[in-house]
């Protein structure tokens, strides 16, 4: 059968990178996933609290369709989240989602044009990239700066914004590089953003995976700029397959576009009823979650403070520090590859180990990259390691 063309441009490694791993298994190779940012494959898992919630939610009839903009309870549970995050919003302001995925996916399908364009972070997460071609309108690179410690190159936004330009994608504690940007840098967009009548739309995920200084949501510094701050279960509750995650639209819910986001969320109907009850409650019982969240934290980050010690002291590697979520985004600095996709491949076929080719978030930018999670334990992620120093020897890097 005959496929539309509209995909032919779509690529989204962390999963294409799959099908290597699964031939080299064939062939009788253990092969050790470091490609997937799923906590639910390691040692995490969704806070207690949350998944009785969900249990009570399946017990007292929840199962039936719920608001398409989403349930009020999870709606009013969100404004609580963001004034803890120091902003004001109105449950009129949240549209809740299938994830950010599918978030992301209405808000581009109600908003964008073929002529138009948005600007995105180079290295991104693939989603916005992939959904910009699968909308057919451009996605646009600003650079982020590796030896600013991945941060935004202003500058470099401010170069490619012009009247066609819709949204700014902020993504902070940013995947694929750990950055946790600094409030004078975020500042710096949202004002430009301001400048130019653009939204930003702030993708805060990981914004309670941080090891360090706390990530400042860009709700906090919008002012009056329009500003769509996102966030989930997927990563701070360790709940990616809940697939439930909510948008905050600040000082744009009177906007012709957050109808037309609106009557997209009709088409589908709604998100998970039952999910949306258990994040209502995970939300609402922020004690519970302080209580749990800690121990979370102190496994994962020893395991940073591992892969950023190991990374660096490996010749021919070097890696800047990641500050938050839970991915490194190492340099390869020497060796005999062509390029980032020849090393991943050499690496997973002679070491069983699988790791996402830095291409794959940045075509220019993390060319010479690549992207490792640091979710395991230290006793997967040590042996790992040692495989990867001991190809970069053989390597002769
Ligand atoms: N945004 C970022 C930066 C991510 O890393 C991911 C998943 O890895 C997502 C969004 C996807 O979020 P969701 O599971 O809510 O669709």
Redesign the pocket.
């Known amino acids: 059968m005959k496929a539309g063309t509209r995909l032919s441009k779509v690529k989204y490694a962390?999963r294409d990178v799959m099908l290597a791993a699964k031939q080299v298994e064939a062939s009788g190779k253990k092969v050790l996933k470091l490609n997937l940012?799923d906590p639910n494959a390691y040692d995490f898992d969704v806070p207690p609290y949350v998944k009785k919630a969900l249990v009570t939610a399946l017990d007292s009839g929840k199962s039936g369709y719920c608001d398409s903009q989403g349930d009020l309870a999870l709606r009013n549970a969100v404004v609580k989240q963001n004034s803890r995050r120091g902003f004001d919003s109105s449950a009129d302001e949240v549209m809740v989602?299938?994830?950010?995925?599918?978030?992301?996916s209405m808000l581009y399908g109600a908003a964008m044009e073929r002529h138009e364009n948005v600007l995105i972070p180079s290295p991104t997460?693939p989603?916005y990239e992939s959904l910009a071609h699968y909308y057919e309108f451009e996605p646009r690179f600003y650079s982020c700066d590796e030896s600013n410690g991945w941060q935004p190159d202003v500058d470099d936004l401010r170069k490619k914004m012009d009247e066609h330009t819709r949204f700014v994608i902020v993504?902070n504690p940013?995947?694929p590089t750990g950055a946790l940007y600094d409030e004078k840098v975020l500042k710096e967009i949202i004002n430009l953003a301001g400048e130019f009548g653009v939204p930003v739309v702030s993708?805060e995920?990981?914004d309670e995976l941080y090891f360090g200084k706390k990530p400042v949501s860009m709700g906090k510094l919008a002012g009056d700029v329009p500003c769509i701050v996102?966030n989930?279960?997927?990563?701070n509750y360790f709940a990616?397959g809940w697939?439930?995650?909510w948008m905050t639209f600040l000082n744009c819910s009177q906007s012709p576009l957050f109808e037309a986001v609106n009557q997209v969320s009709r088409i589908r109907l709604c998100s998970s009823s039952v999910g949306q009850a258990a994040a209502a409650h995970a939300l609402e019982n922020e004690g519970e979650y302080a209580k749990f969240l800690p121990a979370q934290l102190a496994k994962l980050k020893p395991r940073r403070d591992l892969a950023f010690k190991r990374l660096n002291e490996i010749n021919g590697l070097s890696c800047v520090k990641p500050e938050g979520?839970f991915y490194a985004f190492p340099r390869i600095e020497s060796g005999p590859w062509v390029d980032d996709k020849e090393f991943c491949l050499d690496l997973l076929k002679e070491k069983g180990v699988l790791t996402v080719f830095g291409s794959g978030f940045a075509e220019a930018q993390g060319s010479k990259h690549f992207r490792i999670v640091f979710l395991p334990p230290e006793d997967v992620l040590n042996p790992a390691f040692d495989a990867i120093e001991e190809f970069m020897k053989e390597k002769g890097a």
């Open positions: 962390i940012g989602c299938s994830g950010l995925s599918e978030g992301l997460y989603m993504i940013n995947n993708d995920i990981y996102m989930g279960l997927s990563k990616p697939r439930i995650g979520a």
